[in-house]
């Protein structure tokens, strides 16, 4: 599902609110998560899940054309790790 999907779905479930509003909650629920991702914390949607920062260190990785040997940097990137209710929707029979 993409964003405008996910807003289009939004805005037909919630007949009382205008399309472009529905837009900017999201919008402002993704900002948010990015910015406290941005600062290092960790953001935990009850029920859902968590999203963190984990830092990768720097290694040895090769070029997969050449096989030749590459020096990665050390990156931060972002985590998600699901929630327990999440994951017995999942995971449920039926």
């Known amino acids: 599902m993409t964003k405008s999907e996910l ?3 939004l805005a037909e479930a919630n007949p009382h609110l205008f399309q472009r509003d ?3 909650i999201v919008s402002t ?3 948010e998560i990015s ?7 960790r953001v935990e949607l009850r ?6 920062v984990k830092k ?5 990785g090769r070029n997969p054309r050449t096989g030749a040997a ?9 985590f998600f790790k699901t929630g327990k209710q ?6 449920a029979d039926g």
């Open 7 to 9: 807003i289009l779905r």
């Open 22 to 24: 529905v837009e900017r």
């Open 29 to 31: 629920i993704f900002n």
């Open 35 to 41: 910015a406290a991702l941005e600062s290092g914390d």
């Open 47 to 52: 029920g859902f899940g968590a999203f963190s």
């Open 56 to 60: 990768r260190d720097s290694r040895v």
């Open 70 to 78: 590459v020096q990665v940097e050390s990156k931060y990137v972002p």
């Open 86 to 91: 999440l994951r017995d929707r999942l995971n």
